[in-house]
């Protein structure tokens, strides 16, 4: 797997978001123009480049070949979702992709399995009312733990388990309460049963922020940071 991480600059001028959408492939324009504000469209656009940048490399480094691109050099790809949302290739759909983006950061990873991506900031939330959509193992664990642990540990879990649905692609579909993750073990549980997802805590240097993956079977994990 390739993981490539990134952190953005939220003052960004319009001058310069604009000539950044110029270089976004014809899907991922569509979504950027969707945004309502400005602070979302700086993260979308600096996904979709970080995403692009990661897939030329990526493939480049599995078959030696690079992606075509039409003559203003943007990338030709088409990213198709599935019925319940989750993006991939139409081209390449042998590689397997995820972004995740909060705050300031954005990434993105490229595996030859499934695979989920999930960042998540620490901000001011319910966590005791947000814990109870969680596995009662979950409730269970978070209850024994008190202050700063207890959120520690509601932030770390909760950035598993977007990473798992992610993974899934059931993303809202996916009731929080239906599965079980372990993080000490790393390990996703459904219906009493070990399954073969795992998950994996990334280490981040900005503070403040959470970093998951979950993937299907063990790969290598390459770690990049880009500028973008």
Same mark, same amino acid.
């Given at each position: 797997?390739?993981?490539?991480?990134?952190?953005?600059?939220?003052? $960004?001028?319009?001058?310069?978001?604009?000539?950044?959408?110029?270089?976004?492939?014809?899907?991922?324009?569509?979504?950027?123009?969707?945004?309502?504000?400005?602070?979302?469209?700086?993260?979308?656009?600096?996904?979709?480049?970080? $995403?692009?940048?990661?897939?030329?490399?990526?493939?480049?480094?599995?078959?030696?070949?690079?992606?075509?691109?039409?003559?203003?050099?943007?990338?030709?790809?088409?990213?198709?979702?599935?019925?319940?949302?989750?993006?991939?290739?139409?081209?390449?759909?042998?590689?397997?992709?995820?972004?995740?983006?909060?705050?300031?950061?954005?990434?993105?990873?490229?595996?030859?399995?499934?695979?989920?991506?999930?960042?998540?900031?620490?901000?001011?939330?319910?966590?005791?009312?947000?814990?109870?959509?969680?596995?009662?193992?979950?409730?269970?664990?978070?209850?024994?733990?008190?202050?700063?642990?207890?959120?520690?540990?509601?932030?770390?879990?909760?950035?598993?388990?977007?990473?798992?649905?992610?993974?899934?692609?059931?993303?809202?579909?996916?009731?929080?309460?239906?599965?079980?993750?372990?993080?000490?073990?790393?390990?996703?549980?459904?219906?009493?049963?070990?399954?073969?997802?795992?998950?994996?805590?990334?280490?981040?240097?900005?503070?403040?922020?959470?970093? $998951?993956?979950?993937?299907?079977?063990?790969?290598?994990?390459?770690?990049?940071?880009?500028?973008?």
């Amino acid at each position: 797997m390739n993981l490539y991480l990134t952190t953005i600059d939220m003052n $960004m001028t319009e001058d310069i978001l604009q000539n950044r959408m110029s270089l976004l492939c014809a899907n991922r324009l569509k979504k950027v123009l969707a945004c309502k504000l400005k602070e979302d469209r700086i993260r979308s656009v600096s996904a979709g480049l970080l $995403m692009q940048k990661g897939l030329a490399t990526y493939r480049k480094s599995c078959c030696a070949e690079e992606l075509p691109r039409d003559e203003n050099g943007i990338l030709l790809i088409e990213i198709a979702e599935t019925q319940r949302g989750k993006p991939y290739f139409a081209e390449y759909p042998w590689i397997k992709f995820s972004i995740a983006h909060s705050g300031k950061m954005v990434g993105c990873v490229f595996g030859e399995a499934e695979v989920g991506l999930d960042i998540q900031e620490k901000r001011p939330c319910n966590h005791e009312k947000l814990i109870r959509r969680f596995h009662e193992k979950e409730q269970k664990k978070y209850y024994s733990l008190s202050g700063e642990d207890a959120e520690t540990y509601f932030f770390r879990l909760w950035t598993a388990k977007e990473a798992y649905v992610k993974y899934t692609g059931n993303g809202l579909f996916e009731d929080f309460s239906s599965f079980y993750v372990d993080l000490d073990e790393g390990t996703v549980c459904k219906n009493g049963s070990d399954i073969t997802t795992r998950v994996q805590e990334i280490q981040v240097v900005e503070e403040g922020y959470y970093c $998951m993956l979950a993937f299907e079977i063990e790969q290598k994990l390459h770690t990049f940071i880009e500028k973008i």
